[in-house]
């Protein structure tokens, strides 16, 4: 199969959405991590679905939680940095698809499940969490970190180290 190249305008427009999708990541994260005593525990309360009790159990163990916790805000930190500096791009957004993931599973949008707390771009089975998960699914099979970013440069050092 041959291979077609995506042009510079195509290349461009896949930074911009790394990088927005980046700060909403790092956004999210950092205002977890500046605001204290937050919690996962009411999202996953509000749980529905076949994964309920899971999601459930993890809120009412407090280890469990806490862990949950620091995993969430500084993994959230962590991915926008990686996103928005072009850096281990695609292991950044295999795992934002990981929690974006993960975030839909504890509250999938299927017909009847009902949920006490309005949750804004939510149409029926895709809400923003799904948009966003396939806009990081562009952006790890494509080299865009490769085209402006670090990775840039981590990749020419490792080719030359291979040598």
């Not at 205002?31 to 937050?38: C, D, I, S």
């Not at 292991?91 to 707390?117: E, K, T, W």
């Not at 990749?155 to 291979?162: A, D, E, P, Q, S």
């Amino acid at each position: 199969m041959e291979e077609e190249r995506v042009s510079r305008l195509q290349m461009s427009a896949l930074v911009i959405l790394r990088v927005v999708i980046g700060w909403h990541f790092l956004y999210e994260g950092v205002a977890k991590l500046m605001k204290p005593g937050w919690s996962a525990a009411g999202f996953l309360l509000q749980s529905r679905g076949p994964f309920a009790d899971l999601f459930r159990g993890i809120a009412g163990s407090p280890d469990v939680l806490a862990v949950v916790n620091t995993l969430n805000m500084w993994g959230l930190s962590c991915i926008g940095l990686g996103l928005i500096l072009g850096c281990f791009t695609r292991f950044a957004s295999a795992s934002g698809i990981f929690v974006l993931g993960v975030y839909y599973l504890c509250n999938p949008l299927l017909i009847g499940y009902f949920y006490s707390i309005p949750m804004e771009g939510s149409y029926l089975i895709v809400n923003k969490n799904l948009v966003e998960l396939a806009a990081l699914f562009v952006i790890l099979v494509t080299q865009s970190g490769r085209h402006v970013g670090l990775d840039r440069i981590l990749h020419v050092w490792f080719t030359k180290l291979r040598r």
